[in-house]
């Protein structure tokens, strides 16, 4: 094991967002004639930077061989660096114990293992699963199936007309039968960050189960998983400046040990005979088949290219560019931001409605100056019920966004506005007729 792979070096290099922006090809290039991007579609997945693409295309190029079960030079090498990713993987997360990062494709099928294995062997009957309504549907969905199966309660904890998630809606929400709380640390709609210190200690009090579901809120902020110690914490690659199909589920020991395996196959087993299995020790319990290798050697260069910066100095630029984004956007007549309007209290996350157009119409033309958001539920639909609207428009910033960028988003919006309100104040053919002089 080379130990400089391993670990990640904390805070050492200076955050200067130019520089950043050097580091990820993909910004670099015009998305129509004369318009180069401008990338607000982080929440959704985040760009990567030359490390990550290098560190893939090392793995493809040079040893793309399978981990675990191979003598040779390239089984080794790929066995070692996919191992050093695991380490990486604890050491981003501030914890020691990496047999307890279990690699998987995504956050998604992260909730879903808890989902499958934990909840469907440890819950009884009349048990509940309370959860917030800010959930994406990754953790719902899971959670619906196994409450269906086992005859569980799901419970959700109210949030405010602005998106809020209150401790007192949770604890009206709590009743004696709570065994599992599954949170989001960021809602990927509103930006609204729940009070996870606080819902932990409540949590830890009651002896109940905490999941945080941390796609959104791990790429940004101060999320601290090692302080907080939740009991289960899911995220995706992708959305942390790494590859698609990699994700990580990270577990208490005892609670992965007295687990099931959800998934059964190769390499997650020591022992097979017609009619049995023994399971593998942790982690590889959990690896059922190849995992990602690439893919999880290349998260590990993500997360090493993000904890070089100091965290803070990554928080203060994301906060400036929400600030800014919340003061341009304010100043659009009809645009209304949905959720927390102190942008103090939210992460990087801007979404939007705007009553002249339709998200999608605004999606689609703002992609025509280069500006790539997203529009429509964003798979959080009990949400969107509860905010009382069908769709948002939103806007999704990362470390290598700047203010300059969300002008642009302005500009656009603003060009887009006047182009409605043009049509709408046109005369209808019929209407034209009608006024028009007689002939
Ligand atoms: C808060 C939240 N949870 C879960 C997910 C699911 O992540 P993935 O599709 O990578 O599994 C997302 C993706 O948008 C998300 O934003």
Known sequence: MNPENVGV???ERPFEVEAVRADFPSLHQEVHPGRPLIYFDSAATSLK???????????????????????????????????????????????????????????????????????????????AILLSELEHHSNLVPWQMVAKEKGLELRFAEITDDARLEMDAIEAALTDRVRLIAVTAMSNVTGTLPPLADIM?????????????????????????RRLDPDFVAFSGHKILG???VGVLYAKRELLEAMPPFMTGGSMVVRVTRDSAEWNDLPWKFEAGTPPIGEAIALAAALRYLAAFPADQVAAHERSLLEHAHEVLGRIPGLRIVGPTDPAKKGPIASFTMEEAHPHDL?????????AIRA??????????????????RASF????TTDEIDRLGEALESIRAMFRRRASKPTPAAARQTSPAH
Do not use: K
Request: glycine letters at 8%; charged letters at 20%.
């Open 398 to 401: 990362s470390l290598y966004n």
């Open 49 to 127: 930077p030359d490390s990550v693409v290098q560190a893939l295309d090392a793995y493809m190029a040079v040893y793309p061989s399978n981990v675990h079960r191979g003598l040779h030079v390239l089984s080794e090498r790929a066995t070692e660096a996919f191992e050093d990713a695991r380490e990486a993987v604890a050491s981003f997360l501030g914890v020691e114990d990496s047999a307890r990062v279990i690699f998987t494709r995504g956050t998604t099928e992260s909730i879903n293992a808890v989902a499958m294995s934990w909840a469907r062997s440890a819950l009884q009957p009349g048990d």
């Open 9 to 11: 070096v904390r805070g």
């Open 201 to 225: 200690d409540l949590a830890r009090r009651r002896g109940i189960r905490v999941l945080i579901d941390a796609a959104q809120g791990l790429p940004h902020g101060d999320l601290d998983i």
């Open 363 to 371: 999606a689609q033309l703002l992609d025509r100056h280069g500006v």
């Open 243 to 245: 590859p698609t199909g």
């Open 376 to 393: 429509g539920h964003h798979c959080t639909m009990p949400l969107h019920t509860r905010l009382g609207i069908p769709a948002s428009a």
